[in-house]
């Protein structure tokens, strides 16, 4: 009777999730439709009535959404490339700087955070300063930090992942903290009791507690990697990458604006890439922990 039951409820899971898909399918197609109406509707206003606030609108501001998309199959240059070509190649550039700066952010933020939950001075001592390091804006930092790493040898990618990594490791750094310091008092006490040391406390009652916040944080960098990365190729004059090629096609932007509008779709889409990535290992990561197992 349960090998009947257990072959019954495959089926089921199986078209349940089949369903799940369809519906986020469904539900994708009409927010691509809601803002494809919106952004033409307000286009089309805006021509009517000449409208000047927030700011003219007319084919350079505001081109057509289809128009943008077909961009991308049209050559980037005489005789050249198609756009989503040279886009794509530059996506897969930016998304290394960006990878490797989201790791480093990271590591460096649990790593700061596990070392604040334990000592309260260190905690009053240096979150202030944690926190006013967000308030200097990267680019003002940027130069600084590819003219410094350039001067040891270091080659300019290096440095713009390390531009990522200090947009990264900021919310991972105050998010992993709360969650370490979220875990039950009760359980704390009792491994206290059993006399567990900081290391086993950490890592059995801590860390999988600070979990949901952690990925909370996780998909905030990811995304904020993408953004460091982008503005860190400026003043490193990385050509190769999504930065490289904002910078080319804003210059002709009064001429042609929509590849600068399909870079800014490409760079999007890297963005959600990245987020998408950290989600899903945020499920597999969760539906193995102990608590969903049992």
């Known amino acids: 009777m349960?090998?009947?039951?257990?072959?019954?409820?495959?089926?089921a899971v199986g078209d349940g999730r089949a369903r799940a898909l369809l519906d986020r399918a469904a539900l994708l197609v009409v927010v691509l439709a809601a803002i494809w109406a919106v952004w033409e509707g307000f286009r089309w206003?805006?021509?009517?009535?000449?409208?000047?606030?927030?700011?003219?609108?007319?084919?350079?501001t505001m081109p057509r959404l289809h128009e943008i998309v077909g961009q991308l199959f049209e050559p980037s240059r005489v005789n050249g490339p198609?756009?989503?070509?040279?886009?794509?190649?530059?996506?897969?550039?930016?998304?290394?700087?960006?990878?490797?700066?989201?790791?480093?952010?990271?590591?460096?933020?649990f790593g700061l955070a596990v070392v604040l939950v334990h000592s309260r001075l260190l905690q009053r001592g240096f979150l202030p300063y944690i926190v006013a390091s967000q308030t200097v804006p990267i680019l003002a930092i940027a130069p600084m930090?590819?003219?410094?790493?350039?001067?040891?040898?270091?080659?300019?990618?290096?440095?713009?992942?390390?531009?990522?990594?200090?947009?990264t490791f900021f919310p991972v750094a105050i998010n992993t903290l709360r969650g370490l310091q979220s875990a039950d008092p009760r359980a704390l006490e009792l491994m206290h009791s059993y006399a567990a040391s900081r290391w086993t406390i950490l890592w059995r009652l801590r860390v999988?507690?600070?979990?949901?916040?952690?990925?909370?944080?996780?998909?905030?960098?990811?995304?904020?990697?993408?953004?460091?990365?982008?503005?860190?190729?400026?003043?490193?004059?990385?050509?190769?990458?999504?930065?490289g090629a904002i910078l080319n096609f804003n210059q002709y932007y009064s001429l042609e604006p929509r590849n600068l509008w399909a870079t800014n779709i490409v760079a999007a889409a890297l963005g959600i890439t990245f987020f998408l990535v950290v989600a899903g290992a945020e499920r597999v990561v969760v539906r193995r922990a102990p608590e969903n197992v049992a």
């Open 2 to 11: 349960a090998a009947i039951a257990s072959r019954r409820a495959a089926p």
């Open 45 to 60: 206003i805006g021509i009517r009535t000449e409208l000047t606030w927030p700011f003219p609108v007319n084919d350079v």
């Open 82 to 109: 198609l756009l989503i070509d040279v886009l794509l190649d530059a996506a897969l550039f930016t998304a290394r700087e960006a990878a490797v700066g989201f790791f480093l952010g990271s590591a460096i933020g």
């Open 145 to 167: 930090v590819v003219v410094g790493l350039g001067s040891k040898g270091v080659t300019g990618w290096v440095a713009v992942a390390i531009l990522a990594a200090y947009l």
């Open 208 to 243: 999988p507690a600070s979990m949901p916040y952690v990925f909370s944080a996780l998909k905030i960098s990811a995304t904020a990697s993408i953004v460091g990365a982008i503005i860190g190729e400026a003043p490193s004059s990385i050509q190769e990458g999504l930065g």
